[in-house]
């Protein structure tokens, strides 16, 4: 499920526009981000959800901090509009993944406009709720 979400958004021409590439989402290393804009991929707990015909699915919360580099917000906010365009595309296609399905992907919502001490960045995050088989 990682590499799906992963490959989508890499995959998006407009966030790529906005200067999200490669280097800069974050699926781990949080201590050493040099590209700005960044984004950091954090997922939450394994949960059971609803069933799904004799197959049980999981649920997993994932949330998406968006860094930019301090002054205004707006660069933030239309790439949170765009991860919210790619992750509901997955949900629209249903995605038959090789280890499994994605069934459902909801967006639970953004937060406020928020500043990184440590990383010296403005940031925002936006969180979904995925269910699938293998999350």
Do not use: C
């Not at 800069?24 to 290393?29: K, P, S």
């Not at 660069?75 to 595309?89: E, H, P, W």
């Amino acid at each position: 499920m990682r590499d799906v979400i992963l490959a989508a958004l890499l995959g998006d021409a407009t966030l790529a526009g906005l200067g999200v590439s490669d280097g800069a989402v974050l699926t781990g290393d949080v201590d050493t981000p040099t590209e700005r804009p960044f984004l950091q991929l954090r997922y939450g707990a394994t949960t059971p959800g609803p069933a799904r015909g004799d197959v049980g699915p999981n649920m997993r919360d994932l949330t998406l901090w968006v860094h930019d580099v301090p002054n205004d917000y707006t660069r933030i906010d239309k790439i949170i509009q765009q991860i919210k365009v790619v992750m509901l595309a997955l949900e629209a296609e249903q995605s038959a993944l090789t280890d499994g399905w994605l069934v459902v992907v909801e967006w639970v919502g953004d937060s406020d406009d928020l500043a990184d001490d440590g990383h010296r960045t403005i940031t925002r995050n936006t969180s979904y709720r995925i269910v699938g088989s293998s999350l």
